[in-house]
């Protein structure tokens, strides 16, 4: 069944308004029609099974069949990742939002290379904003991660401080692996990961990271690029707390 995604202001008691691009995408690209059944989700936990009953009206319209709740899956894992060059964080983006990440705050480092401000950034945001719906919606996953405005790593650390347990992704640590740190706690209700950019946190970020409660932690073995640890910190994450 297809999926979309329509916020909760275009959903009543029993009927959906599907508005552009979602509806453009069910008419012109997918070719459905007035009698088709699809899947709609709000982002915040709500999915239903709907019926289009007016394709050619703007908005369209469906009726909703089946609604069900999706509460969330704890612990809460917040990936503090540091904005990296290029389109990586679109990458990062869409496979730690399949793999089940609660929420992204880009963030600015010492050695990160955007320095983008203002609209630049706004449209980065924006673009961001809807790799995450999309790839929620592939992975049909009713929850979709929200994604922070870009703040600096200071101030990254001053909101990772409501986390039970913040990480430190550290090339410069070789003891402390986070799988070992992960498989000491039964339970958590949430967790903050820190990935540095392409040329690593600065040695002052790191103390004051360390300082601020972060624990210095390791894959062992390779240095992993800052994609690649991104998507396999949260994996490991989800693995240890989620997998049954």
């Known amino acids: 069944m297809h999926r979309f995604h329509v916020p909760p202001s275009d959903i009543s008691s029993g009927t959906i308004c599907i508005r552009d691009p979602e509806r453009h995408h069910l008419l012109n690209v997918l070719r459905l029609t007035s009698g088709d059944d699809v899947q709609i989700y709000d982002g ?42 290029s389109d990586k964080m679109d990458l990062i983006i869409q496979k730690t939002t399949e793999i089940g990440v609660d929420e992204i705050v880009p963030m600015m480092c010492e050695r990160s290379v955007p320095k983008r401000k203002g609209d630049a950034l ?16 592939q992975c049909g996953r009713p929850r979709f991660p929200k994604l922070v405005e870009s703040r600096r790593m200071d101030e990254c650390l001053q909101l990772a401080a409501n986390c039970e347990l913040s990480l430190l992704l550290w090339e410069n640590e070789v003891e402390c692996q986070i799988k070992n ?25 790191a103390e ?37």
């Open 122 to 137: 706004k449209i980065r945001r924006e673009r961001w904003e809807r790799i995450a719906i999309e790839a929620s919606k």
């Open 181 to 205: 740190v992960l498989r000491n706690y039964r339970q958590l209700q949430s967790i903050g990961v820190f990935i540095g950019p392409e040329g690593g946190f600065s040695d002052a970020e």
């Open 44 to 85: 915040g936990g709500n999915s239903y099974t709907a019926r289009l009953t007016d394709t050619k009206s703007l908005p369209a319209i469906a009726s909703i069949q089946d609604h069900q709740f999706h509460p969330p899956i704890p612990p809460h894992i917040t990936l503090f990742q540091a904005i990296p060059k």
């Open 208 to 244: 004051n990271a360390i300082y601020s409660g972060c624990l210095p932690t390791t894959f062992g073995g390779n240095t992993l690029r800052t994609e690649t640890a991104a998507i396999v910190a949260v994996a490991f994450a989800v693995y240890e707390f989620r997998s049954s």
